[in-house]
């Protein structure tokens, strides 16, 4: 797939990237080449690979899902300037 220059000045708007008119032509030869890569990586036969999570066989250590610290929300919103039913009261910013 080539991309046209109209095609890669629509990219980098979208991206809001400056491009110079000078260099539009190499990404366009560019961003062609990763997109003819990746066209011929999906040609690629998958059907009988399983999918990895990490591509080293490595069990993930994982700590045990415990509460490690006791509950002090009314401590810190004693500092707060306006709190309602446990919630920190803050001024609207949009209208």
């Given at each position: 797939m080539a991309l046209t220059p109209a095609e890669v000045r629509t990219i980098a708007r979208l991206?809001?990237?400056?491009?110079?008119?000078?260099?539009?032509?190499?990404?366009?030869?560019?961003?062609?080449?990763i997109l003819e890569f990746v066209a011929q990586l999906d040609?690629?036969?998958t059907r009988d690979i399983a999918p990895m999570a990490h591509p080293?066989?490595?069990?993930q250590r994982l700590r045990e899902d415990v509460?490690?610290?006791?509950?002090?929300?009314?401590?810190?919103?004693q500092n707060a300037p306006q709190v309602q039913a446990g919630l920190y009261i803050v001024p609207k910013i949009i209208e």
């Open positions: 991206a809001r990237l400056a491009i110079g008119e000078q260099d539009i032509p190499h990404y366009a030869r560019n961003l062609s080449r040609r690629a036969d080293l066989d490595m069990a509460v490690t610290e006791t509950d002090q929300r009314d401590v810190f919103q």
